[in-house]
Each structure stands twice: as C-alpha cells, then as structure tokens.
C-alpha cells in the first residue's frame, strides 16, 4: 500500500510551485499553451492490466520480504548462539 503522507500548508504549497515552474519551464521553451493541448483519451480497461500486474507484482515482493526476513532472523539468532559460545569458551 502506499505510503500516505499528511498534505501540510507548507507542503502543498510546495507542490504548487513545483508544478508552476514546470509550466513557465514548458512555456519558454516554446510549447504550446496548456490549454491548447489535446488530450488523449483512453478507456480505463487500457491500463487496468497493467495496474493489476504491477499490484500483483507488489504483493509478491511482500511474500519474498517477509521470507527473507525471517530467514535473516535465524541467521542472526545462530550468530548470537556463536558470539556467546566463543566468549563461554574464552
């Protein structure tokens, strides 16, 4: 799941003028106006696959994390084992 993020004053002000520089930036180098622009519309079906793969893809990468996690606890447990049997043994 994404990760959700409190829209603050200052943030959103933020991000305002990042997208106002953009626009200027986009302006001056001699593109057409904004609102001149068509856009292309497409049916939502057209990106649902490939949504739906990459949240398919997410959870899998969930799936192997938490294997991994849990695999890089036993190793830390066993190394823990060993640090206390060489100081035992000294």
Not at 14 to 22: F, G, T
Not at 79 to 84: A, E
């Amino acid at each position: 799941m994404a990760k959700k993020i409190k829209l603050t004053p200052a943030l959103l002000r933020k991000l305002v003028m990042e997208e106002k520089k953009k626009i200027q930036e986009s302006l001056e180098q001699g593109e057409e106006s904004v609102e001149k622009v068509d856009a292309v519309e497409v049916e939502a079906g057209e990106y649902a696959d490939s949504l739906e793969k990459d949240i398919d893809h997410i959870a899998a990468l969930k799936i192997q994390e938490r294997i991994l996690k849990r695999k890089y606890a036993k190793v830390q447990e066993a190394k823990k084992r060993l640090v206390r049997r060489v100081k035992k043994s000294r």
